[in-house]
């Protein structure tokens, strides 16, 4: 268990939809990653926060946009969802220090039908 | 600049075998160099990491080999378990931006 935590585990949506998906970091954590994986593909970097505000911007989509609250937690909001949306997106957090890396949830598996 | 390169995209090996993953990289601002697994439907988990002032580190059955000058770095499974077949990512942190560029990732079967 890396402490991150993803809900839902499983979503299925028509297309046209919107959907959040909710992530808690690790304990302590501040910043929060956001990858999209379709089907045997890589990790596609799609945005990063740290306390609250925007870090990093990858491959993200106009359609989608993400957020960090106060708490730390984060939301990462899939509109006018398309058949290719569907894919397995995961979170990840990590600390500041100088030894830190990465830690990904469970993902969660989107299905846009 | 940003990129990390790897290779094979596969790789079958033999129970026993000792599997070998390549990974290259441009940018020389990366100072921090994990290696995650991943099994089918899971997230990927931290599997053994490395810096750049360091030239190898084992843990267990998995050895990172890291060459500086060449931008390269790889990792190696001593006595591959069919338990070990999985896609593995090398990755590499950004130390301006703390943020992680992800190799393409190699699927490694190890037949029993």
């Known amino acids: 268990d890396s402490g991150v935590t993803q809900t839902p585990k499983h979503l299925i949506t028509a297309t046209g939809q919107r959907v959040t998906l909710r992530c808690s970091p690790r304990?302590?954590?501040?910043?929060v990653y956001w990858y999209q994986q379709s089907l045997d593909q890589g990790l596609q970097f799609l945005i990063q926060y740290y306390n609250g505000e925007e870090r990093a911007k990858g491959n993200i989509l106009e359609r989608f946009s993400a957020q960090q609250f106060p708490d730390l937690h984060s939301e990462l909001n899939l509109s006018s969802l398309e058949l290719g949306d569907s894919a397995l997106y995961f979170c990840?957090?990590?600390?500041?220090?100088?030894?830190?890396?990465?830690?990904f949830g469970e993902g969660s598996w989107l299905t846009v039908v | 600049q940003q990129q990390v390169k790897q290779s094979p995209q596969s790789l079958i090996v033999q129970k026993g075998g000792i599997p070998i993953i390549n990974c290259a990289y441009e940018?020389?601002?990366?100072?921090?160099f994990p290696w995650y697994q991943q099994f089918p439907g899971k997230g990927p988990a931290l599997l053994i990491a490395i810096r750049p002032d360091v030239s190898e580190k084992k843990e267990g059955r998995f050895t990172i080999s890291f060459n500086k000058s060449a931008k390269q770095f790889s990792l190696h499974i001593m006595d591959s378990q069919p338990g070990d077949s999985a896609t593995y990512f090398c990755?590499?942190?950004?130390?301006?931006?703390?943020?992680?560029?992800f190799g393409p990732g190699t699927r490694l079967s190890v037949l029993p």
């Open positions: 990755a590499a942190r950004d130390n301006y931006g703390q943020n992680f560029v």
């Open positions: 990840a957090s990590s600390d500041r220090g100088p030894g830190n890396t990465i830690y």
């Open positions: 940018n020389t601002a990366f100072d921090y």
């Open positions: 304990s302590g954590d501040l910043s």
